[in-house]
């Protein structure tokens, strides 16, 4: 398995925005559907967002609706998180995985470096 590789964070003030993008293998990519998920401080790894192969469905965690866009490119094998009006409780680490579409949970163990998101109230 090869790690996925994150990036595209950094620090903004509540409200700003931000774009996350996660580059996956050719092969994950086509199999799996893929999500993102979080970790704050002293916090386990939360799912917030997936995407169903081909890209035609999306859900989300309540607590991101209306305010998250996560699509994928198939010709860059590339998953984004588009991130609006962020709140200081959004931030901690980034990541992504390919993940199992009904619970949500991660399909592999391994993961890669992620990319910080940090949001000052």
């Known amino acids: 398995q090869v790690q996925p590789v994150e990036s595209g964070g950094g620090l903004v003030q509540a409200g700003g925005s931000l774009r996350l993008s996660c580059v996956v293998s050719?092969?994950?990519?086509?199999?799996?559907?893929m999500g993102w998920f979080r970790q704050a401080p002293g916090m386990r790894r939360e799912w917030v967002a997936a995407?169903?192969?081909?890209?035609?469905?999306?859900k989300y965690v309540d607590s991101v609706k209306g305010r998250f866009i996560i699509s994928s490119d198939s010709a860059k094998n590339t998953v984004y998180l588009q991130m609006n009006s962020l709140k200081p409780e959004d931030t901690g680490a980034y990541y992504c995985?390919?993940?199992?579409?009904?619970?949500?949970?991660?399909?592999?163990?391994?993961w890669g470096q992620g990319t910080q998101v940090t949001v000052s109230s």
């Open positions: 995985n390919a993940v199992e579409w009904t619970t949500t949970q991660p399909q592999f163990t391994r």
């Open positions: 050719g092969f994950i990519y086509k199999i799996y559907p």
């Open positions: 995407v169903s192969l081909g890209g035609g469905t999306t």
